[in-house]
């Protein structure tokens, strides 16, 4: 599975000033290219680096290396389109390849400017370890609102799928953002103070609205939201990785619409913010995927209410947010984990032939453990 992985570059002022210059510089020389290739209706790589090598360098001043990435990126574009000349913008992406620019350990790259090299600290998403090795091809380093990303594509192998006899349910929710239905909870606490504390300085900033409080209202914004990021990334690994070692499923419930499922009061409503459960649900996939872990889709409705000893449903069992006692058998335990043992219980291989798809005459059952929808997971996943 190929996936995009996208590393922040922080250089220093000047750093930054040599990395735009150079993009710049890569960036005209493409559309000097283009033209070329666009008026002889040459647009093949080996051609075009014959006629315009030595003049690129020249022009533009330009590296070896560069000379012949800024010639791949042209030719690359037209492969897409030859219907109309391509032009290219000064920020554009500048296309660099392991000689123009290498990792120096884990936490620098050296990058090979207009100015010479430069050895600038990166940031690599903590939830990713990267192998240097599976980098494949290519890499762009992009300009995104004055900051710096690497683009780095790289191969993640796919393990084989299991075949479990047993899930883990996983329920979504506010007061716990996950909770699994090993009883292991994710509380939303953490998520809710630093929330509130954004939403301070937020109010405090918005009454300012001077052009300096809105370029903090700005990055704060990035900052709430790689929070969430992370915190969903943590909560998905930590998933995954306990069923990847109990040899389980994941069962989610069907992803949309949670938002609408939930009711909340007004002050829940706000506590929940954006949290985006469709992401967490969305990291649990892919993450599943490149471990061999399943995923089955269950239909949530009446998993709160229901009890997951005896299958009594009322909402008489729902005590309080966090509560559920069992009118009818008296089973008592956290709201959420109740929840997540229902979702297990409606994937389970051993739930109740009834609730099985029809039959093996259909053809489409393959003997593999569903309920309600089943999703094997999109094909491939760009980290961004
Ligand atoms: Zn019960």
Not at 6 to 24: F, H, L
Not at 101 to 128: C, E, H, M, N, Q
Not at 318 to 341: I, T
Request: aromatic fraction near 8%; proline fraction near 4%.
């Amino acid at each position: 599975m190929l996936i995009t992985v996208r590393i922040k570059v922080c250089p220093t002022g000047d750093q930054a000033r040599s990395i735009i210059a150079t993009m710049e510089r890569f960036n005209t020389a493409c559309d000097a290219i283009s033209e070329t290739a666009w008026l002889n209706r040459t647009f093949g790589k080996y051609t075009l680096q014959t006629i315009l090598y030595r003049d690129i360098r020249s022009d533009f001043g330009l590296s070896a290396q560069m000379a012949v990435r800024a010639i791949a990126k042209v030719a690359e574009s037209y492969l897409a389109d030859r219907s109309v000349q391509h032009t290219f913008e000064p920020d554009g992406a500048l296309v660099c390849d392991q000689r123009l620019l290498s990792f120096k350990g884990s936490d620098r790259v050296s990058i090979l400017t207009l100015d010479g090299r430069i050895v600038a600290p990166i940031i690599v998403p903590d939830y990713r370890d990267i192998d240097r090795a599976k980098i494949k091809g290519q890499m762009d380093l992009v300009s995104v609102r004055s900051e710096f990303y690497l683009m780095v594509v790289v191969d993640v192998p796919e393990e084989p799928m299991i075949e479990p006899d047993e899930v883990i349910g996983v329920d979504m929710g506010i007061v716990n953002l996950a909770a699994t239905s090993d009883g292991e909870t994710f509380s939303g606490d953490r998520c809710t103070t630093v929330r509130k504390k954004f939403a301070a300085i937020k109010a405090k900033l918005q009454r300012a609205a001077t052009w300096d409080a809105k370029k903090h209202l700005k990055r704060l914004s990035g900052r709430e939201r790689r929070f969430k990021r992370d915190m969903n990334h943590i909560i998905s690994k930590k998933i995954v990785g306990t069923a990847k070692d109990t040899a389980r499923g994941i069962a989610l419930e069907i992803l949309n619409g949670i938002g609408a499922r939930i009711s909340v009061t007004k002050a829940q409503r706000l506590a929940i913010g954006k949290w985006a459960f469709f992401e967490l649900g969305t990291f649990i996939r892919y993450k599943a995927q490149e471990a061999g872990i399943p995923i089955y889709f269950v239909d949530p409705a009446y998993t709160s209410q229901q009890c997951s000893v005896c299958g009594y449903t009322s909402t008489d069992n729902r005590k309080s947010q966090a509560e559920f006692l069992c009118v009818q058998c008296g089973h008592h335990e956290n709201a959420d984990s109740n929840a997540a043992k229902n979702i297990a219980g409606r994937a389970d291989v051993n739930q109740p032939i009834a609730l099985r798809p029809p039959s093996k005459r259909c053809g489409s059952w393959k003997g593999k453990p569903t309920t309600g929808v089943m999703g094997i997971m999109p094909t491939t996943f760009s980290r961004g």
